[in-house]
C-alpha cells in the first residue's frame, strides 16, 4: 500500500509567519500534486509537480519535488489569513491521473 | 461553466439501509472518480470510470460498494446494507481524460450511518 505522510497534522500561526509543509512517502511517484480544501467544499489542484528536484511558485507559496520523487514540501511566506485551510498532497500512481494517492492533510489556521 | 455537482449534499440513513449517491461530472468530461473521505483524513479512491466502463474499482471496500455510469456521464454511488463504518463525505470528481488532465472535485456527499 502506498502512503503519503504529511507534517504537521495541524498548524496554528499568526499572520506574516512563514511555514513549512512535508509530504513522504517510502514510495515513488510518477508527479505529486498539491490540493487545497475549504469546509464543505472538494479539493481544488495548486500544483504539479513531475520531475525529480523541481520547484515550483505560485504567488507567496513554493512546492519542491524531491529528487528521488518520493517527498514533497510547501512552504508559505507570509501566511495570510486566506491561505486558511486543509492542505493535501497527492501522488499519482501512473501515468495518466488515474488513481491518486492523497496524504493525511496538514490543517492550517492563520490567525489575524 | 458549471462544475461538479452532488446530491444529495448530506444523506442520513440507519444502519443496514440502502443508499444512492449522485454525481454530475462537468459536461463533456470523460474521466470520473470516486473517493471517500474520512474525518481528518484525505480522500481514498474508491472508482475510476473512463467512458461507461469502470476502469479500475481496486479502492472499492467490498461487495456492498457498487457504482455505476450507464451513459458516461452521470454516475452514482450504490450502498447496500450500510454499516456506521460507512459514515465519511463522499467526494467525485472528473477530468477530460487520462494523460494528466486536472481532476475537478464536487463538493461532496455527507453520508451519516446511525
Known amino acids: 500500500t502506498q502512503l503519503l505522510e504529511q507534517s504537521p497534522q495541524f498548524l496554528s500561526i499568526q499572520e506574516g509567519e512563514n511555514l513549512t509543509v512535508y509530504c513522504n512517502s517510502s514510495?515513488?511517484?510518477?508527479?505529486l500534486q498539491w490540493y487545497r480544501q475549504e469546509p464543505g467544499e472538494g479539493p481544488v489542484l495548486l500544483v504539479t509537480?513531475?520531475?525529480?528536484?523541481e520547484v515550483k511558485k505560485l504567488k507567496r507559496l513554493t512546492f519542491q519535488f524531491g529528487d528521488a520523487r518520493k517527498d514533497s514540501s510547501l512552504h508559505i511566506t507570509a501566511a495570510q489569513p486566506g491561505d486558511t485551510g486543509l492542505y493535501l498532497c497527492?501522488?499519482?500512481?501512473?501515468?495518466?491521473?488515474?488513481?491518486?494517492?492523497f496524504g493525511t492533510g496538514t490543517r492550517l489556521l492563520v490567525s489575524p | 461553466g458549471a462544475g461538479v455537482s452532488q446530491t444529495p449534499s448530506n444523506k442520513v440513513t440507519e444502519k443496514g439501509k440502502y443508499v444512492e449517491l449522485r454525481c454530475d461530472p462537468i459536461?463533456?468530461?470523460?474521466?470520473l472518480y470516486w473517493y471517500r473521505q474520512s474525518l481528518g483524513q484525505g480522500p481514498e479512491f474508491l472508482i475510476y470510470?473512463?467512458?461507461?466502463?469502470?476502469?479500475?474499482d481496486s479502492g472499492l471496500p467490498n461487495d456492498r460498494f457498487f457504482a455505476v455510469r450507464p451513459e458516461g456521464s452521470v454516475s452514482t454511488l450504490k450502498i447496500q446494507r450500510t454499516e456506521r463504518g460507512d459514515s465519511a463525505v463522499y467526494l467525485c470528481?472528473?477530468?477530460?481524460?487520462?494523460?494528466?488532465?486536472?481532476?475537478?472535485f464536487g463538493p461532496g456527499t455527507r453520508l451519516t450511518v446511525l
Open positions: 470528481a472528473s477530468s477530460a481524460g487520462t494523460g494528466g488532465n486536472e481532476q475537478f
Open positions: 514510495s515513488v511517484f510518477s508527479s
Open positions: 509537480v513531475v520531475t525529480g528536484g
Open positions: 497527492a501522488g499519482e500512481t501512473e501515468t495518466g491521473f488515474q488513481k491518486l494517492v
Open positions: 459536461s463533456g468530461h470523460t474521466a
Open positions: 470510470f473512463q467512458g461507461t466502463g469502470a476502469a479500475d
